[in-house]
């Protein structure tokens, strides 16, 4: 047999894609990104509508999209721990189709404001961090350990893909109708995946009962007690934080620092997205590689790939540079979570992954606030050299970190979970 006909039952991502109950889901997956890809413009543009004239509410609009499942997390902990993987997602593509289809029936008969915006928006954030948490323990339930990187890299590559279509089809669409409507189209994309989760996944609903009395706060207390995952946790949100002044700080050096356009400015993200891609596809390969070790040297990597920013070089080596920070980053989240998908139980994993995703959905917003005074003391250049030197450092005192807790448990030989982790 030719390598041209081995080919896609040799690849990484073939047990994911063929998976007879996981292939069903796919689809409305990548319908439900494209949707969250159409809101990043829609949501900031009807924002601007319904308050042309205070940006106070532009602002609350993107934050109210994201933040609000941080207390989810906490206020429904509860209820929901223990749930399946697929009655997790289900259920917050059901509160986001409901909350999102709200806003063009509240425009349709004249109450929306952006009061009442802002607050559907919170509102269909709410479960956010345990939609993601049911999807990746979803991989967990069905998938073998050795599929878990391959099968959290296709997801994360379809949201990358989703983010680079989905908002200049956005920007076309609003040309031709208002963003009420593009909303309305993204509350589609959700009924959609609740619909496929109800349907393709009619018999993977089993509430583990044992689960259902614990703390509300359970899933931090186990990060907490399990120093691998807590060490994991401060470095991703060290690593998200540290990133967050770079949104303030890149539109500052393109026009005040280099004197160019918006469209540098695009060239520069758009970069950095393809970069994304390639390194989606890239980290389903990684899969024999140490995970932990990985997942360290992609921040280190990263640090060092922003270093040509930083320190003024020409666009025509800043430029792929930034592209090549795209690729070393994408893997960061599917080798992250295959590491607490290793380390924690499928019936404590929904808890763990919402508690890490709530913390990790501050992280960049407050970088990013951190940003603008940064910007202004130091400037946009120097801010972005600190961000790269910063996440550098990070990285290497967390390599550091690790390797001395070997050289400490060496004499004794690792357990089966560490060596479980290390994969």
């Known amino acids: 047999m030719t390598d041209a006909a081995r080919f896609p039952r040799s690849s990484p991502y073939w047990p994911v894609v063929s998976h007879p109950r996981l292939r069903r889901v796919l689809p409305g997956l990548a319908v439900s990104a494209l949707g969250d890809g159409l809101a990043v413009v829609a949501v900031t543009w009807l924002a601007i509508q319904l308050a042309p004239h205070d940006r106070t509410w532009f602002a609350l609009a993107i934050a109210a999209y994201t933040l609000p499942s941080a207390a989810g997390t906490v206020v429904f902990g509860r209820l929901l721990r223990g749930r399946s993987g697929a009655q997790l997602a289900g259920w917050d593509a059901i ?141 991703s949100l060290g690593f998200f934080f540290l990133f967050g002044p770079v949104y303030v700080a890149m539109p500052i050096h393109i026009t005040d620092d280099l004197h160019a356009s918006a469209t540098l400015l695009g060239a520069y993200y758009t970069a950095f997205g393809l970069g994304g891609l390639v390194g989606g596809v890239i980290a389903g390969h990684l899969r024999d590689w140490p995970l932990r070790a990985t997942t360290i040297g992609i921040v280190i990597g990263f640090g060092v790939a922003m270093l040509p920013l930083g320190l003024g070089a020409p666009v025509s080596l800043s430029l792929p540079a930034f592209a090549l920070a795209g690729v070393i980053w994408a893997p960061y989240r599917s080798t992250s979570i295959a590491l607490f998908q290793r380390s924690t139980s499928t019936t404590q994993l929904p808890a763990v992954l919402a508690a890490n995703g709530a913390i990790l959905v501050l992280a960049v917003p407050l970088g990013t606030m951190l940003g603008g005074p940064l910007v202004s003391a130091l400037g946009a250049r120097p801010t972005l050299l600190l961000c790269a030197v910063a996440i550098a450092a990070l990285g290497l005192t967390a390599g550091g970190i690790a390797i001395s807790r070997r050289s400490v448990r060496s004499p004794g030989g690792p357990t089966n979970t560490e060596v479980s982790a290390r994969r």
Request: no cysteine; hydrophobic share 60%; aromatic share 8%.
């Open 95 to 235: 509160l986001r189709a409901s909350a999102l289809a709200a806003i063009p029936l509240a425009h349709l008969t004249g109450v929306l404001t952006v009061w009442l915006y802002v607050l559907l928006l919170a509102a269909s954030a709410l479960l956010h961090s345990w939609g993601t948490a049911g999807r990746f323990t979803l991989i967990a339930e069905l998938l073998p350990p050795q599929h878990h990187l391959p099968a959290n890299a296709l997801l994360t590559t379809i949201a990358a893909s989703a983010t680079i279509v989905g908002p200049p089809l956005a920007g076309v669409l609003i040309g031709w109708v208002s963003p009420v409507w593009v909303i309305a189209v993204d509350a589609v994309t959700f009924a959609v995946l609740a619909l496929t989760y109800r349907f393709a996944l009619p018999d993977a609903g089993g509430v583990q009962r044992a689960e259902r009395g614990a703390s509300r706060t359970a899933g931090f207390a186990v990060i907490r007690h399990n120093p691998a995952l807590l060490g994991l946790l401060v470095l």
